[in-house]
C-alpha cells in the first residue's frame, strides 16, 4: 500500500468531492443540524515567536446502514469571523447514502491567526438514526517531526 502526499490527496479528493457536489439537488429537509468544528492554521512551537503551519483535515462521516444524511454547509472562517472559503456553493449538497463519507482537506495561510473555524450543516429527509460522525485532524511538523491532533466539534444549538 503506497502514501500518498497530502497535496495529491487533496487534489483528488476536492475533485470526486465538487463532482459531486454538481450533480445534487437539495431535496426537503425536515430534520437539520449545525456544527462547531475547530481548526488550527498555526501553533506556537517552543519559540514563542516561531508560528508553525497546520492543515486540518474534515472528515464526514455517515455510520447509518439505512438513512441518507445530506450536507448542506462546509464553511471556513478566519479567527475574525470573516468568510474565507465556501466548499459548498448555495444550492449545492453532499449526499452521503450509508456508511458513505467524504473528506476536506483545509488548508490555511500563515498570516492568519491560530484561531480558524468551521461551520458544519446537515441533516436528511427524516430524523436520522444515527447522527453524522463529524471529526477534524489537525497536521503539521516541527524540523523532522510531524504531529496530529483532533478538534473539538460541537452542535450549534440557535
Same mark, same amino acid.
Given at each position: 500500500?503506497?502514501?500518498?502526499?497530502? &497535496?495529491?490527496?487533496?487534489?483528488?479528493?476536492?475533485?470526486?468531492?465538487?463532482?459531486?457536489?454538481?450533480? !445534487?439537488?437539495?431535496?426537503?429537509?425536515?430534520?437539520?443540524?449545525?456544527?462547531?468544528?475547530?481548526?488550527?492554521?498555526?501553533?506556537?512551537?517552543?519559540?514563542?515567536? !516561531?508560528?508553525? /503551519?497546520?492543515?486540518?483535515?474534515?472528515?464526514?462521516?455517515?455510520? +447509518?446502514?439505512?438513512?441518507?444524511?445530506?450536507?448542506?454547509? $462546509?464553511?471556513?472562517?478566519? +479567527?475574525?469571523?470573516?468568510?474565507?472559503?465556501?466548499?459548498?456553493? &448555495?444550492?449545492? $449538497?453532499?449526499?452521503?447514502? /450509508?456508511?458513505?463519507?467524504?473528506?476536506?482537506?483545509? &488548508?490555511?495561510?500563515?498570516?492568519?491567526?491560530?484561531?480558524?473555524?468551521?461551520?458544519? &450543516?446537515?441533516?436528511? $429527509?427524516?430524523?436520522?438514526?444515527?447522527?453524522?460522525?463529524?471529526?477534524?485532524?489537525?497536521?503539521?511538523?516541527? +524540523?523532522?517531526?510531524?504531529?496530529?491532533?483532533? +478538534?473539538?466539534?460541537?452542535?450549534?444549538?440557535?
Amino acid at each position: 500500500m503506497g502514501c500518498r502526499s497530502l &497535496e495529491d490527496l487533496s487534489d483528488t479528493k476536492e475533485q470526486q468531492i465538487e463532482d459531486e457536489i454538481n450533480k !445534487k439537488e437539495v431535496p426537503h429537509l425536515s430534520f437539520k443540524e449545525t456544527y462547531y468544528v475547530s481548526a488550527y492554521a498555526e501553533i506556537k512551537g517552543l519559540e514563542k515567536r !516561531k508560528r508553525t /503551519p497546520c492543515i486540518t483535515v474534515l472528515n464526514l462521516r455517515n455510520p +447509518s446502514l439505512s438513512d441518507t444524511l445530506y450536507f448542506t454547509k $462546509v464553511d471556513y472562517y478566519n +479567527s475574525n469571523a470573516e468568510l474565507i472559503e465556501r466548499h459548498i456553493k &448555495e444550492e449545492g $449538497v453532499i449526499e452521503l447514502t /450509508p456508511l458513505k463519507s467524504a473528506e476536506f482537506v483545509i &488548508e490555511k495561510n500563515i498570516n492568519e491567526s491560530n484561531g480558524s473555524h468551521i461551520i458544519v &450543516e446537515y441533516g436528511g $429527509v427524516t430524523p436520522p438514526k444515527n447522527k453524522a460522525l463529524i471529526e477534524a485532524v489537525n497536521i503539521g511538523n516541527f +524540523s523532522q517531526h510531524g504531529f496530529s491532533f483532533k +478538534s473539538d466539534v460541537v452542535q450549534i444549538h440557535e
